[in-house]
């Protein structure tokens, strides 16, 4: 007889449920979030175990992969189709929910998602690292700019960083309290650029180590960050049977709302890696207003922006920019301007 164990991730503690083959509870309990402690939990049916199912999460690729190489047979399912599920029964606790996850792989009523390697999520935190402190370094500026303007001290947008710094000091020179404050946040504002240079440095060493950043860079308006966002987005190619589903997985196809006689399309889903999306985002824009050679794809983007505006034609091109750089990756072939 074959068993389905459901499991109901929190930060400290697991709820676990083991259901048989007539979807019976076998035994329930609750265990710390830990590999080794859920695994002895599971000891005792690890031979007759079919499938143990949890959902996605921040946890997800730690005990997936972790529990995995103990053995189990492991399946990650999607939190927002599970969650249509959990919602539908009559009681909502961890208990309930980790049987609801059982029950779910017993009866094939779930969607399997690919879980990405650890390689991958830590190229993802180097990544993500460097996107807060670029949000940080621009906050600093804000907030710099924001406390001069109550003394009539205005600072150009025109200044570029490494002058900002100095005219920031000269402008408030003689106000001692003011000149203590602002100095504070400037020299934040340094460390942070600083940090930045750092990670970026990595980033390129890590592009350039990997083949297929190489292809996917040859694209007019794609860096090494952009590269390296959207290999450990994507991460097998070979997952996606057509380059166009791409375009879906990251958020970048319209979304569709059809009831009876009404069928309207929306703005794009928004779903998957929204740092990758901004990035192609960017490339896009990159590729429409600063990129100076010519392609068959900035030619068809600027078509778009005269027929529906910039901004839905940079991510029409941002989707088409996520089919291209799959299918080089595919290929191990580099960009042609002329058919693209």
């Given at each position: 007889?074959?068993?389905?164990?459901g499991?109901?991730?929190s930060?400290k503690?697991?709820?676990?449920?083991?259901l048989d083959?007539?979807?019976?509870v076998v035994?329930r309990g609750?265990?710390?979030?830990?590999?080794?402690?859920?695994?002895?939990?599971l000891?005792?049916?690890?031979k007759q175990?079919?499938?143990?199912?949890?959902?996605?999460?921040?946890?997800?690729?730690w005990?997936?992969?972790?529990l995995s190489?103990?053995?189990?047979?492991?399946?990650?399912?999607?939190?927002?189709r599970?969650?249509?599920?959990l919602?539908?029964?009559?009681?909502?606790t961890?208990?309930a929910?980790?049987?609801?996850?059982?029950?779910?792989?017993?009866?094939?009523?779930?969607?399997?998602?690919h879980?990405?390697?650890?390689?991958?999520?830590?190229?993802?935190?180097l990544?993500?690292?460097?996107?807060?402190?670029?949000?940080?370094?621009r906050?600093?500026?804000g907030q710099v700019?924001?406390?001069?303007?109550?003394?009539g001290i205005?600072?150009?947008?025109?200044v570029g960083?490494?002058?900002?710094?100095?005219?920031?000091?000269m402008?408030?020179?003689?106000?001692?309290?003011?000149?203590?404050?602002?100095?504070?946040?400037l020299?934040?504002?340094?460390?942070?650029a600083?940090?930045?240079?750092?990670?970026?440095?990595?980033v390129?060493?890590?592009?350039?180590?990997?083949?297929a950043?190489w292809?996917l860079?040859?694209?007019?308006?794609?860096?090494?960050?952009?590269?390296?966002a959207?290999?450990?987005?994507?991460?097998?190619p070979?997952?996606f049977?057509?380059?166009?589903d791409v375009?879906a997985?990251l958020?970048?196809t319209?979304?569709?709302y059809?009831?009876?006689?009404?069928?309207?399309?929306?703005?794009i889903?928004r779903q998957?890696?929204e740092?990758v999306?901004?990035?192609?985002?960017e490339?896009?824009?990159?590729?429409?207003?600063?990129?100076t050679?010519?392609?068959?794809?900035?030619s068809?983007?600027?078509?778009?922006?005269?027929?529906?505006?910039a901004?839905?034609?940079?991510?029409a091109?941002?989707?088409k920019?996520?089919v291209?750089?799959?299918?080089?990756?595919?290929?191990?072939?580099?960009?042609?301007?002329?058919?693209?």
């Open positions: 007889m074959g068993y389905y164990v499991l109901d991730v930060l503690s697991t709820h676990i449920c083991v083959g007539e979807r019976l035994w609750v265990s710390d979030t830990q590999i080794a402690m859920i695994a002895e939990h000891g005792r049916w690890s175990i079919v499938l143990v199912g949890l959902e996605t999460g921040s946890l997800t690729p005990l997936y992969h972790g190489d103990l053995g189990l047979p492991m399946v990650c399912m999607d939190a927002r599970a969650s249509d599920a919602k539908a029964r009559a009681e909502k961890d208990k929910d980790a049987r609801a996850l059982a029950e779910m792989l017993a009866s094939g009523w779930y969607s399997a998602v879980v990405k390697s650890l390689e991958s999520h830590q190229l993802k935190a990544l993500g690292a460097r996107d807060q402190l670029v949000r940080v370094k906050q600093l500026y700019r924001g406390l001069l303007r109550p003394f205005k600072i150009s947008q025109r960083a490494k002058s900002f710094d100095e005219a920031v000091r402008a408030c020179n003689k106000e001692d309290v003011l000149y203590i404050a602002v100095g504070a946040l020299d934040t504002l340094a460390n942070v600083s940090q930045i240079a750092v990670l970026d440095k990595q390129r060493t890590l592009a350039q180590k990997r083949k950043c292809h860079m040859s694209v007019p308006g794609v860096g090494p960050i952009t590269a390296l959207f290999t450990a987005a994507i991460e097998d070979r997952r049977s057509s380059n166009r375009g997985y958020g970048l319209p979304k569709r059809q009831s009876g006689e009404r069928d309207v399309s929306l703005s889903s998957g890696d740092m999306r901004h990035y192609l985002y490339a896009a824009n990159c590729l429409l207003t600063t990129v050679g010519a392609s068959a794809l900035k068809w983007g600027l078509k778009m922006v005269r027929r529906c505006g901004k839905r034609a940079r991510t091109v941002a989707r920019l996520a291209l750089l799959l299918r080089l990756w595919k290929q191990e072939s580099h960009f042609e301007a002329q058919s693209a």
